[in-house]
């Protein structure tokens, strides 16, 4: 037979998701088997199918057969399993489940009794076939017409006596043979970095590696000339024999509800018709305005159609269970659209009262289970965590997995050490390159940093394959999967690094692309903040506080806001926002809805912002050209802010369908990867045509659906978050110490470290009382003092103290407080790191005075001899106390702040800020006046789409400045922009209203004037 004619399938592959053990993506491995010709791949991933979905997807554009297998690594042999069908498909799963959960996250550990798989088929290589036989036999009953050896041909030293023996015990055993040459790659010039992953795994260099590397570069997918070369033509005929026997899909997966949440007797549509009426009658009272009956029927017509009921049921369960444990939460993105959602309690959103698009949550069309995201408080999402697991066990329920993959900064470090360049080489580059810059590639400014020569030359080639590529498996933030039956049938299941959690071995991207279920099951940092700043108040009040006790359209509180004064606001207390509020000055929740919108680089590269804000503020006149454009667009003054606006324009005005509208909102999201949306320009402007639609306005709807890019925001997930933005913003106006009491305690979250929350609340005139050891709890608390609120600091804020040894100090604490240091060490029994983050914290202050004499009576107290421990030692010696300069450096390394004077304010009083105007000066400076200012840098953010500028926020003793930084002049200034922690700016003031920002031309990098101080910013986030 013709060499081109030879059938040939790859039995046995491994991809990137051999975590470390292969150097090609599962979709390369694929698209390099179709153009070689091969009938068939098997991905066989070591006690994996981590990669297999992706292979699925790849295997299905590019026309070729996929088998899903795994191999595994028993005493030394090795097992290839291949599922022949869907069943088979279970048996594997399942197996690797069992291998899994036998061990740490990472680890498996299978033994030969596991091997019970009367589906799959099985190749084995032993690693010594002499002395194979027993075993042989012992599985050749167990397989029977399914066992083959496997035959190699890979040029190992060794090899042929190998591969002799392997026929003899074919022989023996008269199981045929088959070829199944290991894959690690999809091309031989990925030999680099398979050599590089095997010493990252291993913990070594290049050149420590040796002989553990493999010898040549033949793990990798080879024409089937050269195949025929090395393997007998019946080995090479029994993969096409094999690969035609495993018949499997995953397109054959099928996901089955839970079932037990319908009471017996009633079917699902039944109860989830009853238990939404009954919502409804709770929302809107006894008589259900028809409307509202109108929508209901619609959207139960639908889900009847696609059978989604036990999907409605499962998340109103989980919800149920939040409201009786008293834990916040919210439904948001497009579960806000549902009128079903709403009246099950699962979201706060009212759709019929912000107009939003049911089409966007669930269609016919798009055939796959609505997106509900439940967020509850982060400090407490473990609990309805454990509910889940609880009410249908582990077999039933695991979270999703999220890739870990490598990026730029992890594939540097790793790299470096395996090529053996100088650790802080690479730390410099690391350090002085910015990857956000778009003229200048990151490799020509590693080589201008001095990394230069052949190895980073190779070090850069490698970082380049390696950005990318899965390094492990995590779980993901709170994606659930809930199944009828056996999970780890459907999918296999793992430890999670965190106890008492289990994770899949598919991501989000996975179940999306097989259509199977999951139930986000999400954190809000905000929820715990609002629920805790509602306990405080109401135990100030002396009754119970609730969210529904908020007032709702507060004008003091839309005063503030329109003053840029949202420090730990949910959503609009960045840097962009409050720059945005006194711009747009919202007066209502909407003008909350579009705030929130607007503020993102949909809007902004749309062109979509100044015709707005000249709208709102009449500098514009506002027009539509039919009356059916003005209905969608009416409330945002004829300007698309939203996803769903972009939606129903293209029904009303180009006669697209929901669910051909649902895809064209799938184009805008992934149009810059594969360039869809273009598909839909044709039909768009031929619709509008069609429906009398000047050319002219067909143009600049298409350029807007451009500009939303991957970046346009839903109305849905914006009507929730504004919900949760006006009641941090009512808190933060009518109970700022309570407010920012709670943000500390839900730390971390947010843009504002504690220290900048505390300096907020300070210029609000809230007082701050000091850490005490007799005063304060291991949690900040609201305290009384004549009268009025004050935040008491907690321990927690002190570094080196752990929450466990608060607690032993708080149990033996007198009511009156300790009266010595000798009374806290003999009672408390703290070891001595304890003790000295204490008094290096200032928090003995009350016992001993300050930092120092607290340290000398703490030494003093450790000399102690046992004879004596009963007896307060004594001494004559008094201590001079830390200079304020002192005390400011030791509050800051030691707790992250200080309520003392800002460190500004020093330098300031000692000329070392001389000319330099403080942030509340450049209130009265002039529109282009040339300004010098300096500040700790708090804080740098470039949107995606702002044209390479960054902002940069800088804290004074009077506030924070804004200062805008291009391109340009970042690139020329690399070193300053990127690492300064204390930066001095000269340039341009600029004045937009109220609005003020500073146009950076000079930048200087001032931290060696604060070197002692402990401070960071939060940078690109």
């Known amino acids: 037979m ?104 990472g680890q498996y550990r299978l033994e030969w009794d596991d091997l019970t798989l009367p589906n799959c088929l099985l190749l084995w290589a032993p690693a010594a076939p002499t002395e194979a036989l027993e075993r042989g036999r012992w599985l050749a009953r167990r397989f029977a017409e399914r066992f083959f050896l496997v035959a190699e041909r890979m040029l190992r030293g060794g090899e042929g006596e190998w591969l002799t023996a392997q026929e003899a015990l074919a022989r023996q055993l008269e199981v045929p043979m088959v070829a199944a040459d290991p894959v690690r790659m999809h091309e031989k010039a990925r030999q680099p970095l398979l050599d590089a992953l095997t010493c990252i795994r291993l913990g070594c260099s290049l050149e420590q590696a040796g002989g553990r590397l493999a010898g040549n570069a033949e793990a990798y997918l080879k024409p089937r000339t050269r195949l025929m070369q090395r393997h007998r033509a019946e080995w090479l005929a029994s993969t096409v024999s094999l690969a035609c026997r495993c018949q499997f899909s995953l397109d054959e997966l099928r996901y089955e509800y839970p079932a037990e949440l319908v009471p017996e007797g009633m079917s699902a549509s039944d109860h989830l018709r009853q238990e939404t009426l009954k919502g409804a009658r709770r929302r809107y009272g006894e008589a259900v305005p028809e409307s509202v009956s109108r929508q209901l029927e619609q959207e139960f017509a639908l889900i009847d159609e696609l059978g989604y009921h036990y999907f409605f049921l499962t998340i109103y369960d989980i919800v149920q269970f939040a409201k009786r444990e008293a834990i916040l939460h919210q439904g948001r993105g497009s579960a806000a659209n549902s009128v079903v959602c709403y009246c099950l309690g699962i979201t706060e959103v009212d759709p019929t009262k912000v107009n939003l698009l049911f089409e966007r949550f669930l269609s016919r069309e798009r055939d796959e289970p609505p997106d509900i995201d439940v967020d509850f408080e982060h400090q407490r999402r473990e609990e309805v965590i454990q509910y889940i697991y609880r009410k249908y066990g582990r077999g039933r329920a695991a979270l999703a997995a999220t890739v870990i993959s490598y990026r730029f900064k992890s594939a540097m470090r790793d790299l470096g050490k395996v090529l053996g360049i100088d650790e802080g080489l690479i730390e410099r580059g690391l350090r002085g390159v910015d990857r956000r810059d778009p003229s200048q590639p990151w490799q020509a400014q590693l080589a201008a940093l001095g990394l230069t020569g052949p190895r980073a030359l190779l070090l850069i080639r490698l970082v380049e394959q390696l950005l990318g590529f899965p390094r492990h498996l995590s779980q993901h933030v709170g994606g659930f999967v809930i199944s009828a039956g056996p999970l780890s049938e459907l999918v296999p299941v793992e430890n999670a690094a965190m106890a008492e959690r289990t994770v899949i071995q598919w991501d989000k991207d996975d ?61 609009i207390e960045s840097r962009a926002q409050s720059n945005m509020l006194p711009r747009l000055r919202p007066r209502s929740y909407y003008d909350l809805v579009v705030q929130i919108a607007i503020v993102r680089p949909g809007p902004i590269q749309g062109d979509m912002v100044h015709p707005y804000l000249k709208r709102r503020h009449g500098l514009e006149p506002v027009s539509y050209p039919s009356e059916a454009v003005r209905e969608v667009l009416e409330r945002t003054l004829g300007v698309p802010i939203f996803q769903e606006q972009v939606i129903k324009l293209a029904m009303v005005a180009a006669g697209f369908s929901g669910g051909e509208a649902d895809k064209l909102r799938r184009a805008m999201a992934s149009w810059k990867r594969h360039g869809e949306l ?53 808190l933060k106006y009518h109970y700022p110490v309570a407010f920012t009491c709670a943000l500390l305690n839900s730390q971390p979250m947010g843009f504002y470290t504690p220290s900048q929350l505390v300096q907020d609340l300070q210029r609000h005139n809230g007082q701050v009382l000091p850490l005490s050891v007799n005063h304060s709890q291991w949690d900040h608390q609201v305290e009384a003092v004549q009268g009025q609120m004050a935040l008491r600091l907690g321990l927690r804020l002190v570094k080196g103290l752990s929450r466990q040894a608060v607690e032993t100090l708080l149990a033996v604490r007198p009511e009156g407080g300790f009266s010595s240091v000798h009374q806290l060490v003999s009672l408390a029994r703290l070891d001595r790191g304890a003790l000295e983050a204490l008094a290096s914290a200032d928090a003995l202050a009350e016992l001993a005075g300050h930092r120092h004499q607290a340290r000398w009576l703490l030494a003093g107290e450790a000399q102690q001899l046992p004879l004596f421990a009963e007896l307060e030692p004594t001494t004559d010696v008094t201590l001079s106390g830390p200079d304020e300069a002192e005390g400011i450096v030791a509050d800051y390394q030691q707790t992250g702040l200080s309520l003392g004077r800002h460190p500004l304010s020093l330098l300031r009083e000692q000329g070392q800020l001389a000319r330099c105007l403080t942030a509340a000066q450049l209130l009265s400076c002039q529109h282009g006046q040339l300004v010098q200012l300096a500040g700790l840098v708090v804080g740098r953010q470039r949107p995606g789409t702002a044209s390479g500028v960054t902002f940069i926020t800088l804290e004074d003793e009077t506030g924070n400045a804004n200062v805008v930084v291009w391109a340009d002049t970042a690139r020329a200034q690399r070193q300053p922009y990127l690492t300064a922690r204390l930066l001095k700016v000269n340039g341009i003031l600029e004045r937009e209203g109220e609005v003020i920002h500073v146009i950076a031309g000079r930048l200087e990098d001032w931290s060696e004037r604060i070197r002692h101080l402990s401070v960071r910013s939060r940078d690109f986030r």
Not at 20 to 25: I, N, T, V
Request: charged share 20%; net charge negative.
């Open 511 to 571: 179940l999306e692309a097989l259509g199977l279920l999951k139930v986000d099951i999400l954190a809000l940092g905000m929820l715990s903040a609002i629920r805790r700043c509602l306990q405080s108040v109401g135990q100030w009040r002396g009754q119970p506080m609730a969210l529904a006790d908020v007032v709702a359209d507060d004008p003091a509180v839309y005063d503030m806001l329109c003053r840029a004064d949202s420090v730990g606001v949910f959503q």
């Open 2 to 105: 013709a060499a081109s004619e030879t059938g040939f399938a790859q039995l046995r592959s491994a991809s990137n998701y051999s975590f470390l053990q292969g150097a090609s993506h599962p979709d390369e491995l694929v698209q390099q088997a179709a153009e070689l010709g091969y009938d068939a791949l098997a991905l066989t991933d070591e006690c994996s199918l981590a990669g297999v979905v992706k292979a699925h997807m790849a295997a299905k554009s590019a026309g070729l057969k996929l088998i899903v297998g795994s191999e595994f690594v028993l005493d030394q042999d090795r097992l290839i399993l291949l599922a022949m069908n869907r069943v088979g498909y279970g048996e594997l799963s399942a197996l690797i489940t069992l291998a899994r959960r036998r061990c740490d996250k």
């Open 678 to 730: 273009e598909k839909f320009e044709r039909k768009l402007k031929q619709g509008m045509a069609e429906r009398g639609y000047s050319a002219e306005f067909a143009d600049q709807i298409f350029r807007q659906i451009r500009g939303f890019g991957e970046y346009g925001f839903p109305e849905s997930h914006s009507a929730s978050f504004a919900l949760l933005a006006y009641a941090s913003a009512w």
